[in-house]
């Protein structure tokens, strides 16, 4: 008698969602829970704490009333937003963008780089990431069935005990090429970064933009912050036609007009990339939301008439400096942000109680973990541990920081700053 197989249990999960760990939102958000401070000061996650600017605001308001702009938009993007795009980042790009064959709209920068991801990895080929990393980037390499080769940023050595800038966060171009392999099919660059705020220069991106056209290798270049720079900002695309030809650049609405909630995104490349970064898309969710896409079709027309660009640099610069003069007070290093809005901070000096209860989970993780527990529960302000942007074998080389956000109104920073003083009776030579 023929043996009968054990009948699936059609309630298991995909390998691909069931193995994750406890991720570290839902951590946070427990510490935050079990706090008798309240309400916390979220300066963990990076969603700003103030509207988009009424220009902004008002062509997405405009934009509903428009029947057209209630429909599906064609899958690529709305035409008036790609040819904001072009007109906007063309001068970046030191050529004529074409609306048609070189930007795609996508539902968010993050479903954007899914998109990249799944036209292009194979099962079996190999994506290296530099460490730390946004935590969206190794499942959506996971999903389109990528392997991932990991590099680390190294810290400054100084770090421990004074401020560095945050360009000080340096990869080893040796162990970046011993990373690569005939299998290794495309390159994961952020800059400006998170959670680091590091701004790659030109010879650091042409290091490694020449080491990808060496081997072959696609770039998918993260450049979410690119309206938010402290230092000079170099596209790698920019840098010559040999690396623009393997270059996918991710820009992101959001970041750019203060709107994280809305989900518009875009991928600007050569045709012979966008287009299957596009058919990708069409699969994944067809088209992105059309009001929204309209809206910031506007918001391109007219920002830099208005001075939006220049205004925005200037307004998040001294929100840095407004938060980051805490560290001061309290004696503790931190890495200067040259773009984006993170700042690290170096905790060594924190000296949490030793027989402090911290829950199992918890407790199992690097000390940054251990930190963001404390400061959140004790303190009441919420912080991400960067570890979880690293994997277990360079995890200790960030266990002594944590990542804050200062895109928040001055009100909250304040607060932020009052609580924080509380960490002094915490605080070692």
């Known amino acids: 008698m023929a043996s009968q197989s054990i009948p699936r249990d059609p309630l298991q999960p995909a390998e691909r969602v069931s193995g994750q760990k406890q991720d570290v939102w839902s951590i946070v958000n427990a510490a935050a829970a079990a706090s008798p401070v ?31 702009c209630n429909q599906y938009s064609p899958t690529r993007g709305r035409p008036r937003l790609k040819k904001a795009l072009a007109a ?32 292009f990895v194979e099962p079996g080929d190999e994506v290296i990431l530099f460490e730390p990393f946004f935590d969206q980037y190794s499942p959506n390499i996971e999903m389109a069935g990528g392997a991932i080769k990991y590099v680390p940023f190294h810290p400054p ?3 421990d005990w004074e ?20 299998k290794t099919r495309m390159m994961v660059l952020n800059s400006p970064h998170n959670p680091v705020g590091k701004v790659f220069t030109r010879e650091e991106l042409l290091e490694i933009g020449n080491l990808c056209v060496e081997h072959s290798i696609l770039i998918l270049s993260d450049e979410v912050y690119d309206a938010l720079y402290y230092k000079p900002f170099t596209r790698i695309a920019t840098l010559s036609p040999a690396i623009d030809r393997l270059t996918l650049s991710v820009g992101s609405a959001g970041k750019s007009f203060y709107a994280t909630g809305w989900r518009v995104g875009w991928l600007i490349g050569r045709e012979h990339l966008i287009k299957y970064v596009a058919a990708a898309h069409t699969r994944i969710c ?82 940054d973990f251990h930190l963001s527990w404390f400061l959140t529960k004790e303190i009441g302000v ?8 690293y994997t277990p074998a360079h995890a200790h080389m960030a ?11 001055n009100d909250v920073l304040d607060l932020a700053k009052e609580r924080l003083r509380g960490l002094k009776k915490y605080i070692g030579p």
């Open 38 to 68: 309240q309400p916390i000061v979220n300066m963990g996650q990076g969603f700003f704490g103030y509207n988009p600017p009424p220009f902004v605001i008002d062509a997405a308001k405009r934009a509903l009333d428009q029947v057209e």
């Open 382 to 389: 919420a912080a991400i541990p960067p570890t979880e942007f």
């Open 163 to 182: 401020v560095a800038s945050a360009g000080e966060w340096t990869v080893d171009i040796e162990e970046l090429r011993k990373a690569i392999t005939p």
């Open 286 to 367: 067809y088209n992105s939301p059309s009001p929204l896409q309209e809206a910031a079709a506007v918001g391109f027309e007219e920002a830099k008439d208005r001075g939006f660009w220049e205004q925005s640099k200037r307004d998040m610069s001294e929100r840095m400096e407004r938060f980051n003069a805490i560290w001061g007070e309290l004696g503790l290093p931190y890495s200067v942000p040259e773009g984006g809005y993170f700042v690290m901070v170096n905790m060594k000096k924190v000296q949490m109680p030793h027989d402090y209860d911290f829950p199992s989970h918890v407790a199992e993780r690097p000390r």
């Open 88 to 119: 906007a980042y063309s001068p970046f790009f030191n050529r004529q963008l074409d609306p048609d064959t070189e930007i795609t709209i996508s539902t968010g920068a993050n479903e954007g780089m899914l998109c990249a991801f799944m036209a």
């Open 399 to 409: 266990e002594n920081y944590l990542r804050f956000a200062f895109c928040k109104p």
């Open 157 to 159: 050595a100084r770090g």
